[in-house]
Every structure is written in C-alpha cells, then in structure tokens.
C-alpha cells in the first residue's frame, strides 16, 4: 500500500470567456448543436478539439481549447498515452465536459455551448496522473492510475467541482518499477457508475487483475473498501453497462469482451465472454443497438449484440479502422473512434444490422497517443 497523500482542491477559474482557444473567436457565440470534443493529450499543453458534427455525421473542425494542464504518456505506451477509457466526460443536464491532465494532475472544467467551449476552472485530482473521469447527476469520480492508483470524489454544483470529504481511497496496486516499459499495462483503466448509481466500478488491467466495486451510500458516502473480483486469466480493461444492466468488461489479456451480472454485494458474475480474435482489445462503446470494442494492435472494430440473458452474440464481424484504435464515443445512429498511432477520428454510420458504413476520418491536431472523445 502506498501512502496516502491528501491534495488541498485547489482551483483555478475562468468563467464566462474562452480560456486559450487557439484560433476561435474571442467572443462567446452559441455553436452547432452536434458536436464532437477530443482529447489531444500533449504534453507541451494539453487541448480540447472541437468540431462540429454534420446531419449525415462528418466532422468539421470548429476550435482548439486550451485545458491550462499538460498530458502526459505513462512508459510503454505507444498510441495510448494514458491506457484508458473515458479521459473525457460529460455532463448533459449541467452542459459540463470534464478533462484529465495527467501531466498536471489535475481536471478541467468547459462549459460546453453547442461546439464552444469555455473553461470554468482547474482543480487538483486527489492524486497522480488521472486517466478516467465518471460522472452520474451531482457527482464526478476521477480515477488516478499512478503510485499504485486511487479515485477521488466531487460534488457539482453551479458549473464547478468542490472535492468531496472523505471520498479519496487509494487502490493500494503494485508499482512498476521505472524502465521496465510495463506501466500503461499495470495501471487502473477505467472507472464507471452503475446505472443505478449505487456503485463505482474500476478496472486494475495487469496491476490487479480485477474489477473492483465500491458501494455508494447516500448518506454515508463510498465504502471504505472496494470488493475486489479477480479476474486471473484476463486484463479488465474498458466498462460499459447494456440495455439490461449487464456489465460488459474489454479484457485486453485474451482480447475478449465479457459480460457480468453486477450483485447487489458488489460481486459480479460472468454470464459470458467471446473471443475477438483481434489484437489488444482495451475499449468498448454501445452504439445504436449494438457494441463495439476497439482492437488497438489489429486496427480494427468488433461488434456485438447482447440478449436479455446476458449472452453476447457476434454476428457483426470487424471493421478496419486507422491504426492504434483507441477509445470511441457515439451518438444516434454515428460512432467515432481515435486511431492513436496517427492521430485520427473516423466516423462511422452505423446501420440497423449493426454494421458500420465509413463516412470517413478527421486528423487531430497533435492528437498522435491521444485519448478521450465525447460525442453530443
């Protein structure tokens, strides 16, 4: 277990303008309605790309929004700097969108209007080098993957965070030593609510090979400890919930996507798992009747189709996407997914029987590695 370190919620705000939008204007206009914000991840600076999104799903450039935090690579990583799922968040009820730093240790708040953004504040994430962000009604948890990991909560009120008392756990996983190249496989991936609210799930890929479940209590908060479910002979990376409730977990070990019952105890229960046959299967998105998991070493999508049951059915094969295909976002009938090696945005229309027809790709600016992408 690695000390537990207490981070003062320190801020830093710059309500109702644009905060360094690089070639917007300086006055704040409404944008488009559709819209589609990437994550670029530099380490110089770390950006926020805007675009717009068409009736027919095409993405257009619409702005560059400065985080006033820097990215980072964790070592080994290649064209996924922070070898995780859901580095941007959003918040529909609040018009919020939430980013990582995981140079700077911190998250930054926009308001988002339309394909606009303005940045509302900066503050300290309770820990080193966040790499996913959960958010459900009046609540955010950040998950920090470094010094053995740990997630702390925020509460959102008025457009900014105020850091939750006695809501910092630390995860207590096995450090990497420096060197080895083994850190962005040994760090947490994801973390996630349930549909319910009632639980926080994340993910410890090699480190701990396991999902990880704490309670949530309206009155008394997060349980002090997670429950712990070890997944030995897989790498739980990426989460996302089905229509039923079903726990979906990407497990980049046997590039597998797994389905889960989630008990009212925190345990889960697998109901199934299917082989993508695929290389590095690390994310999964729902997209339009159906799910997608993105294969960062075949440059490829694999889709799938849950029952009420649970089982996963596969008749939806892969489609190619850029190389390094890394985390994707999706709304209505279109999905868009980061090919990290490049840089790039493809964008995908997605059919009825749940294939993909490619309306073609955006490049990102400095967007090589980056993750983290939000459709609306």
Same mark, same amino acid.
């Given at each position: 277990?690695?000390?537990?370190?207490?981070?003062?919620?320190?801020?830093?705000?710059?309500?109702?303008?644009?905060?360094?939008?690089?070639?917007?204007?300086?006055?704040?206009?409404?944008?488009?309605?559709?819209? *589609?914000?990437?994550?670029?991840?530099?380490?110089?600076?770390?950006?926020?790309?805007?675009?717009?999104?068409?009736?027919?799903?095409?993405?257009?450039?619409?702005?560059?929004?400065?985080?006033?935090?820097?990215?980072?690579?964790?070592?080994?990583?290649?064209?996924?700097?922070?070898?995780?799922?859901?580095?941007?968040?959003?918040?529909?009820?609040?018009?919020?969108?939430?980013?990582?730093?995981?140079?700077?240790?911190?998250?930054? *708040?926009?308001?988002?209007?339309?394909?606009?953004?303005?940045?509302?504040?900066?503050?300290?994430?309770?820990?080193?080098?966040?790499?996913?962000?959960?958010?459900?009604?009046?609540?955010?948890?950040?998950?920090?993957?470094?010094?053995?990991?740990?997630?702390?909560?925020?509460?959102?009120?008025?457009?900014?965070?105020?850091?939750?008392?006695?809501?910092?756990?630390?995860?207590?996983?096995? *450090?990497?030593? &420096?060197?080895?190249?083994?850190?962005?496989?040994?760090?947490?991936?994801?973390?996630?609510?349930?549909?319910?609210?009632?639980?926080?799930?994340?993910?410890?890929?090699?480190?701990?090979?396991?999902?990880?479940?704490?309670?949530?209590?309206?009155?008394?908060?997060?349980?002090?400890? &997670?429950? *712990?479910?070890?997944?030995?002979?897989?790498? &739980?990376?990426?989460?996302?919930?089905?229509?039923?409730?079903?726990?979906?977990?990407?497990?980049?070990? &046997?590039?597998?996507?797994?389905?889960?019952?989630?008990?009212?105890?925190?345990?889960?229960?697998?109901?199934?798992?299917?082989?993508?046959?695929?290389?590095?299967?690390?994310?999964?998105?729902?997209?339009?009747?159906?799910?997608?998991?993105?294969?960062?070493?075949?440059?490829?999508?694999?889709?799938?189709?849950?029952?009420?049951?649970?089982?996963?059915?596969?008749?939806?094969?892969?489609?190619?996407?850029?190389?390094?295909?890394?985390?994707?976002?999706?709304?209505?009938?279109?999905?868009?997914?980061?090919?990290?090696?490049?840089?790039?945005?493809?964008?995908?229309?997605?059919?009825?029987?749940?294939?993909?027809?490619?309306?073609?790709?955006?490049?990102?600016?400095?967007?090589?590695?980056?993750?983290?992408?939000?459709?609306?």
């Amino acid at each position: 277990m690695h000390r537990l370190t207490r981070f003062a919620a320190a801020a830093t705000m710059a309500a109702g303008i644009l905060a360094g939008a690089v070639g917007a204007s300086s006055a704040l206009a409404a944008g488009a309605d559709r819209a *589609v914000f990437v994550q670029n991840d530099r380490a110089e600076g770390n950006q926020i790309i805007a675009y717009s999104r068409s009736a027919e799903g095409t993405l257009t450039q619409a702005g560059v929004y400065n985080t006033a935090g820097k990215g980072a690579a964790l070592e080994g990583s290649v064209v996924d700097h922070t070898a995780s799922q859901n580095s941007l968040a959003y918040d529909g009820g609040e018009n919020l969108l939430f980013a990582v730093n995981a140079g700077s240790n911190t998250i930054s *708040v926009f308001s988002a209007f339309g394909d606009r953004l303005a940045l509302r504040q900066v503050i300290s994430s309770g820990g080193t080098f966040p790499v996913s962000i959960a958010v459900r009604e009046d609540s955010l948890y950040v998950l920090n993957a470094e010094e053995g990991g740990s997630i702390q909560g925020y509460a959102i009120s008025g457009g900014y965070l105020t850091a939750i008392p006695n809501s910092h756990r630390a995860l207590g996983l096995p *450090v990497v030593a &420096p060197g080895k190249g083994e850190q962005f496989t040994h760090t947490p991936g994801d973390v996630a609510f349930s549909p319910d609210g009632t639980k926080l799930i994340l993910t410890t890929k090699a480190a701990g090979q396991s999902v990880d479940v704490f309670n949530i209590n309206p009155i008394t908060g997060l349980s002090a400890e &997670p429950v *712990v479910n070890p997944l030995p002979a897989a790498v &739980p990376f990426g989460v996302t919930f089905d229509r039923q409730g079903h726990l979906l977990v990407a497990e980049a070990g &046997p590039s597998a996507l797994a389905a889960f019952g989630l008990n009212e105890s925190g345990t889960i229960s697998q109901l199934d798992a299917v082989d993508t046959e695929q290389g590095a299967t690390c994310w999964v998105e729902y997209a339009y009747g159906s799910y997608y998991t993105s294969n960062a070493a075949s440059a490829t999508l694999t889709g799938f189709q849950s029952s009420l049951s649970g089982r996963l059915l596969t008749p939806l094969g892969n489609t190619a996407t850029h190389p390094g295909t890394v985390d994707a976002a999706s709304v209505g009938r279109f999905l868009y997914v980061q090919g990290g090696k490049e840089g790039t945005v493809d964008e995908f229309e997605v059919q009825r029987n749940g294939a993909l027809h490619n309306l073609g790709f955006v490049t990102v600016p400095g967007g090589v590695g980056g993750e983290g992408i939000i459709a609306r």
